[in-house]
Nanobody
């Protein structure tokens, strides 16, 4: 099973930017799609963004226009560029991937913490 490792989280002021990275131990081209979820304290995990093999991208309404997901198949890495960050973006961010034959995301990283101060 491919391992996913996130990095790039940290503490940033409101209005600032961060770029999260998700490095896979194997080829990400084998996945149907990949994405990012987040979970804030006391809240359920929510989907943030996704990118398919054909590079189509999808975003939650709450981040549309501020976040950009991308992938580099040669580096087996998926990125989440986060701009105009808000305190409500504070959460643990998880990278995830869906295998070609899977109906759901079936690989998960350990998460990277993003904290946005007001």
């Amino acid at each position: 099973q491919v391992q996913l490792v996130e990095s790039g989280g940290g503490l940033v002021q409101a209005g600032g930017s961060l770029r999260l990275s998700c490095a896979a131990s194997g080829s990400i081209f084998s996945f149907k799609d990949m994405g990012w979820y987040r979970q804030a304290p006391g809240k359920e995990r929510e989907w943030v963004a996704g990118i398919s093999r054909d590079l189509s991208t999808y975003y939650a309404d709450s981040v549309k226009g501020r976040f950009t997901i991308s992938r580099d198949n040669a580096k087996n890495t998926v990125y989440l560029q986060m701009n105009s960050l808000k305190p409500e973006d504070t959460a643990m961010y998880y990278c995830t991937a869906r295998s070609l034959l899977s109906a759901t995301y079936d690989s998960w990283g350990q998460g990277t913490q993003v904290t946005v101060s007001s």
